[in-house]
């Protein structure tokens, strides 16, 4: 079965903060995605990364960057955690298949709350 | 833009009958769709999957029905169980392997 863990599933930070979350998976997928999701908005995308190094935008990157280092992780990253960033965070991969669309596989998401 | 949506927010349905939860989207370029479960404190998971050239497809006590005329998709969950409790998500394909998700719908099974 697919896997992808997420570092913490709740985190409480300061406003101002520097926040890491991490995600991992063991399926050797070459997508990866971080979405944050709040009530009534369903799952918004935040950035997505094809492969190592490689990161693109997704709907609202505003406040956050990422990092994939290795295939198996991707990072999301709160340069400067405010409230508004309160949310629920998951993380999802897939592997492409040629010419055709696929599901993506999620984390158990991470409850950050920003105080 | 492209959006995807749910009909209704919320759905309470008794246990043993069927629910249906709807999926109404604008992109006619979607060939693929997706529905996930998302149980309190879970990640979603995936349960069902319809690509463009089928208009039905049919899982374990699940059944999605495709309408492109329309643009509508639905899930029907045959003999409703506590389980089956969760928000529903569908979702469309986007560009770039990227899917879509609509707003979600909140099912709650009454014993």
């Known amino acids: 079965d697919v896997k992808v863990t997420q570092s913490s599933r709740y985190l409480v930070k300061r406003t101002g903060e520097k926040v890491f979350l991490e995600c991992v998976q063991d399926?050797?997928?070459?997508?990866m995605f971080w979405y944050r999701q709040d009530p009534g908005l369903g799952l918004r995308l935040i950035y997505f990364?094809?492969?190592?190094?490689?990161?693109e935008k997704g709907d609202i990157p505003e406040g956050y960057s990422v990092s994939r280092e290795k295939k198996e992780r991707f990072s999301l990253i709160l340069e400067s955690a405010s409230t508004n960033q309160t949310s629920m965070y998951l993380c999802?991969?897939?592997?492409?298949?040629?010419?055709?669309?696929?599901?993506?596989?999620f984390g158990p998401g991470t409850r950050l709350t920003v105080l | 833009g492209e959006s995807v949506g749910l009909h209704l927010p919320t759905l309470s349905v008794q246990e043993g009958d069927n629910s249906i939860i709807n999926c109404a989207y604008s992109n006619s370029a979607s060939d693929y769709f997706i529905w996930y479960k998302q149980e309190s404190g879970k990640g979603p998971q995936f349960i069902i999957d319809?690509?463009?050239?089928?208009d039905k497809r049919q899982g374990q006590r699940v059944t999605v029905l495709l309408n492109k005329t329309v643009k509508h998709l639905s899930l029907q969950i045959a003999a409703t169980q506590p389980g089956d409790s969760a928000v529903y998500f569908c979702?469309?394909?986007?560009?770039?392997?990227?899917?879509?998700f609509g707003a979600g719908t909140t099912v709650t099974v009454r014993a």
């Open positions: 979702a469309e394909n986007g560009s770039d392997y990227k899917l879509s």
């Open positions: 319809i690509r463009s050239n089928m």
């Open positions: 399926m050797d997928h070459e997508n």
């Open positions: 990364s094809y492969d190592v190094k490689m990161k």
């Open positions: 999802a991969s897939s592997s492409p298949v040629a010419g055709a669309p696929n599901e993506q596989f």
